[in-house]
């Protein structure tokens, strides 16, 4: 079954703690992104990838960090730095990084701070 | 800069019938693409219909279709004979050429409410 799996489904934070979400993807999609969700909003992008080994800050990157070492893969690290963390994060990727190309979105990670 | 605004924060709609939710959106491109998004209560979000700039036909999905008006830069989604299961919120999201950086630009959303 092809698809995109975000792990864990919910995350608790301590104060000063970074913490990891994982993303991964078996589509052999080139692009992966990173996107925050606050209650009742739309969703903001923190972090894309057009490819692996590269990423591109997006409108919300302050306190947070990525890799791309493997295609597969898009790890989205939330540091200390993130003053108000809390939020649902979604995970998508893409065939490419192009206008008509659809993203598909993985099962989100509720991240709460303690 | 590019915009997706949609005025309808919440919409009722009895069972079996059709519902049009509204998405109009602002950009200096002229290539882009327009997407409906469905976020049920569990979070995810799950791809509904894509309508190309250049598309002339009016995409179709199943019972989803997307009325699409260029000129007047609209492109609302039409959910016809409505289920329960359709109630979720609904997020009409576009991404545009001159954007480099590959984001989907969202509308705040639509709260849908199926009504048996």
């Known amino acids: 079954d092809g698809g995109i799996t975000q792990s864990p489904k919910y995350l608790f934070r301590k104060e000063g703690q970074n913490v990891t979400l994982s993303c991964e993807q078996n589509?052999?999609?080139?692009?992966m992104y990173w996107y925050r969700q606050d209650p009742g909003q739309g969703l903001r992008l923190i972090y894309y990838s057009q490819i692996v080994n590269d990423f591109q800050k997006g409108d919300i990157a302050e306190g947070y960090s990525v890799s791309r070492e493997k295609k597969e893969s898009f790890p989205l690290t939330v540091t200390s730095a993130q003053k108000n963390p809390t939020a649902f994060y979604l995970c998508?990727?893409?065939?490419?990084?192009?206008?008509?190309?659809?993203?598909?979105f993985g099962p989100g990670t509720r991240l709460t701070v303690l | 800069a590019q915009k997706i605004t949609q005025t309808q924060p919440g919409m009722f709609v009895q069972e079996k019938e059709a519902v049009t939710l509204d998405c109009t959106y602002d950009?200096?491109?002229?290539?882009?693409?327009l997407f409906w998004y469905k976020q049920p209560s569990s979070g995810e979000m799950i791809f509904l219909i894509y309508q190309g700039s250049y598309d002339e036909q009016n995409a179709t999905e199943g019972r989803y279709s997307l009325n699409f008006q260029k000129a007047r830069k609209s492109a609302n989604l039409v959910i016809s004979a409505s289920q329960l299961g359709d109630s979720a919120m609904y997020f009409c999201a576009m991404r545009g050429v001159s954007s480099n950086t590959g984001k989907l630009i969202f509308g705040q959303g639509t709260t849908l409410q199926v009504k048996p």
């Open positions: 589509l052999n999609h080139d692009a």
């Open positions: 950009t200096s491109d002229q290539s882009y693409g």
């Open positions: 998508a990727s893409s065939p490419r990084d192009r206008a008509t190309d659809t993203q598909y």
